[in-house]
């Protein structure tokens, strides 16, 4: 996006450093992990058990690389009351884009007149029995038509890779439930050969699956994603930079870089609260030159909105260092 552009069309603060979400134009490639991700997303069969630290860019890859390739996909989320069987009831509503209103897709697909058939009967049956539970505070109720084998073919039908996020989240009998289903999504793949799962988690996640099963070992594979570096910060930093047509210092630079803790999200998060702190919400017109001298200021915002524990480490860091 030439700058001329992004004056017509500002971009936002927001847009740009995004702490929260995937990173769209502040986006650094990683070679080595992009690779191995491409290389292990044809294989056949093939299930991808992605890892790191919280914020190191996991979920921002794996989107990016999917629609690179041009793959349908569908995200859950997990937390730790998650049940595999609410996984599968989430996955299943995930699949109306492609089966109802078939947007928003990257590869073209064909659904079987039988197969969507099965599809909204199913769908019926989940929304009528959901209705029916709206009064009590219970789990969603699966149909017994709803297995792990026919989730396999409504996304063989349309082509599409499942990511679960968080899987570390859930405990450990879910685990297990998670890991057979590896297995039937592989066995899968004789007839669906595109369809597998990819998992996202934290660091040491994937030896956990491994180890309920040994035998998915051959069959699965274990990206891990590491912390940026110096280098990859200083990228994003510089990249925002360029799309606010702002400048900062070396000086804020490298204090921003020091302070990441290799982090892309507390990156985004520390470049956000010094632009939000120096008024700059969109492009600039004219480039707007920012010192180290608010820095402190800055980040207190952070701190101050997350809890006592932080401000606490914080506080006894900067008392020595930061001036």
Avoid at 63 to 91: P, Q, W, Y
Avoid at 236 to 255: V, W
Avoid at 269 to 298: L, P
Wanted: hydrophobic fraction near 35%.
């Amino acid at each position: 996006m030439s700058f001329f552009h992004r004056l017509i069309k500002p971009l936002t603060l927001a847009d740009v450093f995004t702490p929260n979400t995937t990173a769209r134009f502040t986006y650094i490639e990683r070679k080595y992990i992009e690779e191995a991700f491409l290389k292990n997303i044809d294989i056949n069969g093939r299930q991808i058990i992605i890892y790191g630290h919280s914020g190191s860019g996991k979920t921002t890859l794996t989107r990016r690389m999917l629609k690179r390739v041009g793959v349908n996909f569908i995200i859950t989320h997990c937390e730790s009351h998650t049940t595999f069987n609410e996984l599968l009831l989430s996955a299943f509503d995930k699949l109306d884009r492609f089966y109802i209103s078939q947007k928003e897709s990257n590869r073209t697909y064909s659904v079987s007149s039988a197969m969507k058939a099965e599809y909204q009967n199913l769908s019926a049956e989940v929304s009528k029995q959901n209705t029916s539970s709206q009064t009590e505070i219970s789990c969603r109720i699966i149909p017994p038509q709803l297995t792990p084998q026919k989730s396999a073919q409504f996304l063989g039908e349309v082509d599409a890779v499942w990511v679960i996020e968080d899987f570390h989240k859930i405990c450990a009998e879910e685990k297990i439930r998670l890991a057979d289903v590896l297995k039937i999504f592989i066995d899968a793949a004789n007839d669906y050969s595109n369809v597998k799962i990819i998992c996202i988690g934290a660091v040491g996640s994937a030896r956990e699956l491994v180890n309920f099963d040994t035998n998915l070992y051959p069959r699965i594979s274990e990206l891990h994603v590491p912390l940026l570096n110096e280098t990859e910060i200083k990228q994003i930093i510089n990249l925002g930079c360029k799309y606010l047509h702002i400048e900062m210092s070396e000086s804020l630079i490298e204090k921003i870089v020091f302070y990441s803790n290799q982090l892309a999200s507390l990156t985004h998060q520390m470049c956000y609260e010094i632009c939000f702190k120096n008024d700059i919400r969109h492009t600039k017109f004219f480039r707007k030159h920012i010192n180290d001298d608010q820095f402190k200021s800055a980040i207190q915002g952070y701190i101050d909105t997350n809890s006592d524990t932080l401000k606490g480490i914080y506080d006894s860091i900067t008392k020595n260092q930061l001036v």
